[in-house]
Every structure is written in C-alpha cells, then in structure tokens.
T-cell receptor, first 110, second 113 residues
Framework: DQQVKQNSPSLSVQEGRISILNCDYT??????FLWYKKYPAEGPTFLIS?????DKNEDGRFTVFLNKSAKHLSLHIVPSQPGDSAVYFC?????????FGEGTQLTVNP | KAGVTQTPRYLIKTRGQQVTLSCSPI?????VSWYQQTPGQGLQFLFE???????NKGNFPGRFSGRQFSNSRSEMNVSTLELGDSALYLC????????????FGPGTRLTVT
C-alpha cells in the first residue's frame, strides 16, 4: 500500500508565480515530514521539513504546510524560478525509516 | 567534506546474473539506507544499516541483500537479476538512526537486459 502519495505527476507554472505541490499520507504514526528536490543524474537533496507538532515551516521562498486532520502537506514556492524545475518528493518518517511519495515534476517556464 | 559516493554509476547486466553496488557514506555518518527508484513508484525503501547490522528492511524479495563494513561503507547485492530490477539505486547516509536528514548519493543506474 502506498502510504505517501503525490497525486500530481507534473506541474507547470510561470516564473514569478506560486508553485504548490501536494502530498497525502495515511499513516498517523508519521512524526516528521520532508521535501526533497531531485535533478536528473543527481541524488535527491533535502529542501525543507516539518515536525508533526507544527502546521507551518518557512525557509526563504519555501514554505511547508501540514494539515494533520486531513493527513495532507503541501510545499509552496514563491516566487518560482526556472532553477526550481526538478522532481519534488515528499517523504514521511516513521521510526528510522523514510517513506517517499512518487514525486512531482515541476517545470517553471521563463 | 566529501558527499556520498556510489560506484559504479551505470551498469548493464543480463537477466539471471548478479550485481554488487557500493556506497561510501559521508565521513562520520554511521547509518546507510538503500532505495530503489523506478518511474511512477518514487523511492522504495530497501534496507537500512547501522553499525554493521541491518536495522530495517523494506518489502523486497530475498534476492536483494546488503551489508555494512566497519568503516560504514555499504554494499548491496541483487542475485538472479530480473528485467524488473532495472532502476536507479540510491544510497543515503545520516549521522545516526532516527535522524530525519539523509544525504543521498547520485545513484547507480542498473539496466537488466
């Protein structure tokens, strides 16, 4: 069963606009949530995270929102830049193990 | 500080063969995890090693195995390769267990023909 799901395989936005990437999970035991960014031919790199006891975490242009009752998190990128074009994975921590979503390909058009 | 390194970067094998992939974690990192990435499946957890012991295992058949050495370097082995094993295999390291921030290597692209 897929405990972490990213239902949008791709997203295209204009430079300067907001990018919103979504992620849903089913396991209420997850205690930490992360977003990773992946460029082709590179491994994923850590972007931003949020503890299950918070509902928002901000780092520069990136903000992650967590809605525990809906088991939903989202990543907002404002403003979006062409260099943000990459595959974004959400991940959830349960114990010492990370469970990843399928990824969303973000394309930011100049 | 050098990042996580994986060798080889690319590999082509024939069905039925076996393969060994290598991962060198960031210096000082003791936990190594392996993931398989295939299109549409995201990153699937294979196993985690800490202090030379497998601590956690994902839902993969016994053909997938691994080990960790005293210097924290890790290898994973896949025996009797199948076409469906074609994937990007990623290794990630972290300082210890239960730490959320994992650092990934560039991966080994395995193609089974």
């Amino acid at each position: 069963d897929q405990q972490v799901k990213q239902n949008s395989p791709s997203l295209s936005v204009q430079e300067g606009r907001i990018s919103i990437l979504n992620c849903d999970y089913t396991n209420s035991m997850f205690d930490y949530f992360l977003w990773y960014k992946k460029y082709p031919a590179e491994g994923p790199t850590f972007l931003i995270s949020i503890s299950s006891i918070k509902d928002k975490n901000e780092d520069g242009r990136f903000t992650v929102f967590l809605n525990k009752s809906a088991k939903h998190l989202s990543l907002h990128i404002v403003p979006s830049q062409p260099g943000d074009s990459a595959v974004y994975f959400c991940a959830a921590r349960g114990g010492s193990r990370l469970t990843f979503g399928e990824g969303t390909q973000l394309t930011v058009n100049p | 500080k050098a990042g996580v390194t994986q060798t080889p970067r690319y590999l082509i094998k024939t069905r039925g063969q076996q393969v060994t992939l290598s991962c060198s974690p960031i210096s000082g990192h003791r936990s190594v995890s392996w993931y398989q990435q295939t299109p549409g499946q995201g990153l699937q957890f294979l196993f985690e090693y800490f202090s030379e012991t497998q601590r956690n295992k994902g839902n993969f058949p016994g053909r997938f195995s691994g080990r960790q050495f005293s210097n924290s370097r890790s290898e994973m082995n896949v025996s009797t390769l199948e076409l469906g094993d074609s994937a990007l295999y990623l290794c990630a390291s972290s300082l210890g267990r239960f730490l959320y921030e994992q650092y990934f290597g560039p991966g080994t692209r395995l193609t089974v023909t």
